[in-house]
């Protein structure tokens, strides 16, 4: 262990330093004492960056003790931990969390105002780190906060990007992106150390060579090295004193490298291949649901779970560790299959670098493993060319074929004659070009596989991996997503907690089983007008936000209708404009009068891949009509549009708390689960949505009555489409859906222009991938049901605190129970 040897005198050098007492005098000095020798400012020069990053070196600080406690406590036994191998961490802001982890929230705010300083105002200064693009990387980030608040040993592996998800403004009602330089203003919340460099190789070739053994074995002669730094981050259970941790690298030129080309006379190619080596961890990939398939993108994965499983083995293991012991030690969750190549780099080390059989590395590796899948879309699971592979991990490579051959051995054996089968199974897939498929590769190693909600859990065992589900059907489990109630609900909503805790006290915030308690009060009239006060006071709050934040005025007494999450064809932002569109069309042709509609004011927040042109052409259009309809008075403000841009998770917790309506309107049998639709329904709000990902649980759980279901379900989308979809029969039956596709065709809201809308509209009648016009007149039936029930704000509210009351099952501590009892058989409370 490093620092073993020493030898301290000082009574105060044997143990870490206690915490900071928990007092506003004690707090008041580690900020000033940050301030002063951290920034190097006085208190009366200082900027708000400087007195944000001391706050948060202050909150910081506090942490540390309670992070080296836990630790010292892990490094003392041997149980089992969790390695969550993560390309993304969508983690929101940071200092919040610290504070109500650590219960500091009104001390830090005393101490400030002691300072002449509002803790709000710090707040708005920091930056939020967007290393992921959305449901994945966000549930990433509840996890880990999970198993620190369950006690759970559980280090999170990933990768610090110098530039996260992009930055998304409007020019015209078009996305243009700008990149995200979170870094720029620094980051306290970060503990780096560059002195602990893992190399990481790529390239070259393989020898085989005979060792003094007598065994064949495999050299691999490296064609180029990178090397990853370590960067912690505090993972703070909530106030129970654990800190996990959170571990990204950072790719950087090895010196080695530079220096021949250097000595050779080339200083200009020297730091160009310094700028080459740390390209691999520069920029977050913008794509979700998509697969990238790009070189740069397998070096950044590949880059990752390498440094990960060395830092594991070599680091956090005591130096007589034996390897065999490895499943006694750990547990690595794959998210998704971007890691999965670290099942290859596990044989790898194993067989090569530890000198075992290639039998026993096999039946190391097949229990350290587990794989969550995360999409239904057959053209979203990855695949690598093997020409790639072969050329930047030839190693790897030989692996993979050596792990297929023997797989393919298995299932002949179990399927005589069935070549068929053979070649679906395979984990080298030959069309369009030869590839290794990363999903294949997962099941084969993995103890478990699971979705990530019930309908997609089945639907992965019946159709996506159903050939492995018929081999292995004990392989298969479901793990339902879930949200942590800390941020999303305690933090995002104060106003609703503070009801809650009045009412059945604290003890939700980590039990969330116990918001059921609140079920009886939704009988209870004095608790609905509370209940009622809480989200006028949210949308007051949303109101002020967007005002300041994006220069819209909302107007008041509307009904919050919202559409957040990232823009794909599949979730349908296109069926939610039509259902605007719809109305508005009805007001101006005069079919609608408008004093009949429900005043509806419709939030939309959604990033495009900027790639992607159709979902930036629905951006565009949405956009448009916005402008139109906004400033048209005939509507007499009874609708409005607003799409405030870059949503991300700082918005999400305004946002989330004040919405009356949820959009949950995916084609069935397309959105995995869904996590947004679960922040919703625990803040109160009802949803409108199809029998789609844990929209199925959602509804099971707080009751038909209190969800608005509409839409075909799996098996009839899959009926329909094997009949043959033509989009066109309902434009061509359906006269109010036509009147508005012809509206956005006639160029009404794209300032005459036809050719601006006609991408979406061609698409639409003559393709609809997603079926939106199949589901509309269902939709629009049950947006008309809507209008009804809110109506009755008695009723609503009722509904309104039921959906809170049986919620309690999507808190993603429940996740991480399901996950140990299921999966990782970790101890937890520690
Ligand atoms: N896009 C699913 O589409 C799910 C999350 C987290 C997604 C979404 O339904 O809730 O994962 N899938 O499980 C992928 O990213 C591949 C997502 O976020």
């Known amino acids: ?492 909503n104060p106003y609703l907690s503070k009801l809650i805790t009045d009412t059945i006290g604290v003890g939700w915030v980590a039990n969330l089983d116990r918001l059921e308690e609140l079920e009886v009060y939704a009988e209870d009239e004095d608790f609905r007008e509370k209940f009622r006060a809480v989200k006028a006071a949210n949308k007051e709050r949303i109101t002020r936000v967007l005002q300041r934040r994006d220069g819209i005025a909302l107007p008041e007494g509307h009904l919050l209708d919202v559409m957040v999450k990232r823009l794909h064809e599949y979730k349908r932002q296109s069926l939610k404009l039509l259902h605007i569109v719809t109305l508005y069309d009805g007001i101006i042709s005069g079919r609608l009068d408008p004093a009949s509609v429900t005043p509806r004011t419709v939030v939309f927040g959604a990033k495009a891949a900027p790639g992607y042109r159709m979902a930036k052409e629905t951006i565009y259009l949405i956009n448009s009509a916005a402008t139109v309809i906004n400033a048209d008075p005939r509507v007499e403000g009874r609708l409005f549009m607003a799409f405030p841009a870059n949503y991300n998770v700082t918005l999400a917790e305004r946002l989330i708390p004040a919405a009356d309506l949820s959009e949950q309107i995916s084609l069935a049998g397309k959105e995995a689960s869904g996590t947004g639709n679960m922040k919703f329904a625990l803040n109160g709000a009802l949803t409108i949505g199809t029998d789609d990902g844990a929209n199925v649980e959602i509804r099971r759980l707080v009751g038909d009555d209190n969800f608005f279901l509409f839409g075909m379900d799996e098996p009839q989308v899959a009926e329909l489409q094997a009949r043959g979809y033509r989009p066109a029969d309902y434009y061509e039956t359906n006269e109010n859906l036509r009147s508005a596709i012809n509206l956005i065709a006639s160029g009404h809201f794209t300032g005459g222009d036809r050719d601006a809308a006609g991408l979406f509209v061609g698409d639409l009648l003559s393709n609809d991938a997603f079926l939106a016009l199949a589901d509309y007149q269902s939709y629009m039936d049950a947006q008309a049901r809507v209008e009804a029930y809110y109506a009755d704000q008695e009723a609503w509210t009722k509904s309104a605190i039921l959906n809170v009351a049986r919620s309690g099952y999507f808190s993603s501590d429940r996740s991480m129970r399901d996950y140990i009892d299921r999966i990782w058989h970790v101890k937890t409370g520690v």
């Open 1 to 492: 262990e490093r620092g073993a040897s020493l030898e301290p005198s000082h009574p105060l050098a044997r143990g870490p330093v206690a915490s900071p007492p928990h007092s506003v005098d004690a707090f008041v000095k580690e900020f000033l004492r940050e301030l002063n020798y951290g920034q190097g400012v006085p208190l009366s020069r200082s900027s708000l960056n400087d007195q944000y990053l001391a706050l948060a070196r202050t909150v910081r600080g506090y942490l540390t003790a309670r992070w080296l406690e836990t630790a010292r406590k892990r490094r003392s036994h041997t149980e089992r931990a969790v390695g969550y191998l993560s390309a993304e961490y969508l983690l929101g802001r940071q200092l919040d969390n610290a504070l109500l982890a650590t219960d500091l929230t009104q001390i830090a705010e005393d101490a400030l105002h002691a300072c002449g300083i509002e803790l709000d105002a710090l707040r708005q200064v920091e930056v939020e780190p967007g290393l992921g693009n959305g449901g994945l990387g966000r549930l990433a980030a509840c996890f880990i906060d999970s198993m620190a608040t369950m006690g759970a040993p559980c280090i999170g592996y990933g990768l610090r990007y110098e530039y996260g998800i992009f930055k998304q403004t409007f020019v015209d009602g078009r996305q243009i992106e700008i990149p995200d330089n979170w870094l720029s203003m620094g980051d306290p919340w970060e503990i780096a150390h560059p002195e602990m460099e893992v190399p990481v190789h790529f390239g070259g070739h393989t020898e085989r060579y005979v060792d003094e053994a007598g065994r064949d074995r495999v050299k691999w002669i490296h064609g180029w090295d990178v090397l990853g730094i370590r960067y912690n981050y505090m993972v703070p259970g909530y106030q129970n004193g654990v800190v996990n941790t959170l571990r990204l690298w950072r790719a950087r030129a090895t010196r080695a490298f530079d220096l021949d080309i250097f000595n050779a006379g080339d200083y200009a190619q020297a730091v160009r291949s310094q700028t080459f080596a740390e390209n691999i961890s520069k920029v977050l990939y913008p794509e979700d649901s998509t697969p990238q398939g790009k070189e740069l993108r397998l070096q950044q994965q590949y880059f990752f779970v390498a440094c990960s499983l060395y830092d594991f083995i070599k680091h956090t293991q005591p130096t007589d560790f034996d390897v065999r012991d490895l499943p006694e030690r750990i547990i690595f969750q794959l998210n998704d299959t971007h890691p999965v190549i670290a099942i290859p780099e596990l044989m790898r080390l194993l067989v090569d670098d530890y000198g075992l059989e290639w039998e026993d590395a096999w039946g190391i590796t097949r229990q350290c493993f587990a794989y969550t899948c995360h999409t239904l879309l057959p053209e979203a699971l990855e695949v690598w060319p093997v020409s790639l592979m072969e050329r930047l991990l030839p190693r790897h490579m030989e692996i993979i074929y050596r792990i297929n051959e023997g797989f393919l051995d298995e299932v002949r054996e179990a399927y005589p004659g069935d070549e068929l089968r053979v070649r679906r199974m395979s984990i080298i897939g030959d069309h369009p070009e030869r590839s290794v498929r990363m999903a294949h590769l997962a099941t084969v190693a993995s103890v478990k596989v699971n979705g990530v909600a019930e309908l997609h859990s089945q639907l992965l065992r019946d159709k996506v991996l159903n050939d492995f589900a018929e081999l292995w059907p004990d392989k298969f489990t479901n793990v339902t997503n879930g949200v942590t109630p800390r941020r999303f609900v305690r933090q995002a």
